[in-house]
């Protein structure tokens, strides 16, 4: 059975880095994509970013510039770094496990979200 | 704005067929997946692959593609299918991943 789990800070200042981590268990690491996805408040979901066992990464552009994925194979982990947080930024944050047939791919699993709020 | 274009709302009576269109370019190359959000719970994939099931979702639930146009299909909409749905595909250049604006499902 497949778990990703997450945490990170969830209040932040503005001008502050948000921090997450995802933690793999019950299936391969290396085979798979890993993603980002948030949802601000009663908002829709929006992509952030994707990342592979290499450390191969894959930005939304909109948040490129302010983004860092990694990865720590080692530990069945990865995380996300986004610097200068604004109120904007305040969402719940998802980790995925992203599925590749080759011919197509789908988000199969997800962590359990974690709430961050930028607040001053 | 989003590449995907989804109505923000539909209803449906219980026990009727409802579907939940998704609209963009990229669906004419690339392969779309349905996704349920429920208050308070991560997302959960329906559909994959234009009409793909992952095992303990329902067969009530499917869905098609044609042209522009993605479709996800609930035949015999339950109570407990009221929820938010969102297509996901890849943006037109390909390198992207893109979630439409979410549709909110309402069984009546």
């Known amino acids: 059975q497949v778990h990703l789990q997450q945490w990170g800070a969830g209040l932040l200042r503005p001008s502050e880095t948000l921090s997450l981590t995802c933690a793999v268990s019950?299936?391969?690491?290396?085979?798979?994509?890993w993603s980002w996805v948030r949802q601000a408040p009663g908002k829709g979901l929006e992509w952030i970013g994707e990342?592979?066992?290499?450390?191969?990464?894959n930005y939304n552009p909109s948040l490129k510039s302010r983004l860092s994925m990694s990865v720590d194979t080692s530990k069945n982990q990865f995380s996300l770094n986004l610097s200068s947080v604004t109120a904007a930024d305040s969402a719940v944050y998802y980790c995925?496990?992203?599925?590749?047939?080759?011919?197509?791919?789908?988000?199969?699993?997800w962590g359990q979200g974690s709430l961050v709020t930028v607040s001053s | 704005s989003s590449e995907l274009t989804q109505d923000p709302t539909v209803s449906v009576a219980l026990g009727q067929t409802v579907r939940i269109t998704c609209q963009g370019d990229s669906l004419r190359n690339y392969y779309v997946s349905w996704y349920q959000q429920k208050p308070g719970q991560a997302p959960v994939v329906v559909i994959y692959a234009r009409n793909n099931r992952p095992s303990g979702i329902p067969d009530r639930f499917s869905g098609s593609s044609s042209g522009n146009t993605a479709s996800l299909t609930i035949s015999g909409a339950q109570a407990e299918d009221e929820a938010d749905y969102y297509c996901k595909s890849r943006d037109s250049g390909g390198d992207q991943w893109v979630f439409g604006g979410g549709t909110r499902l309402t069984v009546l």
């Open positions: 990342i592979n066992h290499t450390g191969y990464t």
């Open positions: 995925a496990r992203i599925y590749s047939s080759g011919w197509y791919e789908y988000f199969q699993h």
């Open positions: 019950g299936g391969s690491f290396s085979s798979y994509y």
